[in-house]
């Protein structure tokens, strides 16, 4: 998915791409989860910490992805928003789905899970990331250039906030990165049930993480 992107079909096409490689990369995920659980005990102080704080981390990152789409409405790819989260990283939807995917991963109770949950994620969405960059890069020179001389691709820098008194919605698009974010929501109820079906036996346990 990397390379020059220079037209917005060519951005289009890539980003469709994204989404075969997200569902493919979740599949490979899950399989794993299906046959591996956390080392620690279901009712243990470890086991208790690690899933709520994925949980916190969970809903860090749908409250930060819809304040994120608030900012952004479906834009970047016809104009340069760099006010709200985008003043402190360039790619705040990305970090924030990067907190989710790990927060996701330790629903299982596993530390080593969230890990490779995000490692996962990441590998789909820097790519994506390049190719959105590169396309900001040919369409808006001056403008992006400027941008990314000071605004960091990924780590917030807060000192950077700045933000208009009155932003347009879209809901539609609002909507949408709410319901992008159902993944994140379900991870709860899906490892329970994992859980749950190892150990009456009905799914195999081949390894314990911690």
């Not at 890539?14 to 990369?25: E, L, N």
Request: aromatic share 10%.
């Amino acid at each position: 998915m990397s390379g020059q992107v220079h037209t917005r079909e060519e951005l289009s096409a890539v980003q469709h791409r994204r989404r075969r490689w997200v569902a493919v990369g979740l599949a490979l995920v899950m399989a794993v989860a299906l046959c591996t659980g956390s080392r620690w005990r279901d009712d243990g102080a470890v086991r208790v910490l690690i899933e709520n704080t994925g949980l916190m981390m969970i809903a860090v990152a749908v409250v930060g992805r819809a304040w994120c789409s608030l900012y952004i409405g479906g834009r970047k790819a016809e104009r340069l928003v760099t006010v709200g989260p985008y003043s402190i990283s360039r790619n705040p939807l990305y970090v924030f789905s990067f907190i989710g995917a790990f927060g996701v991963g330790t629903q299982s109770g596993s530390v080593t899970l969230g890990v490779v949950f995000l490692l996962a994620t990441m590998a789909i969405f820097i790519p994506l990331i390049a190719c959105e960059e590169s396309y900001l890069a040919n369409a808006m020179p001056r403008p992006f250039s400027a941008y990314r001389s000071m605004t960091p691709r990924l780590w917030p820098r807060p000192g950077l906030w700045r933000s208009p008194r009155e932003i347009t919605v879209r809901p539609d698009l609002f909507m949408r990165t709410l319901f992008d974010g159902l993944p994140f929501v379900v991870a709860w109820p899906v490892f329970e049930g994992i859980d749950a079906l190892q150990q009456v036996g009905l799914l195999p346990l081949l390894l314990r993480w911690p």
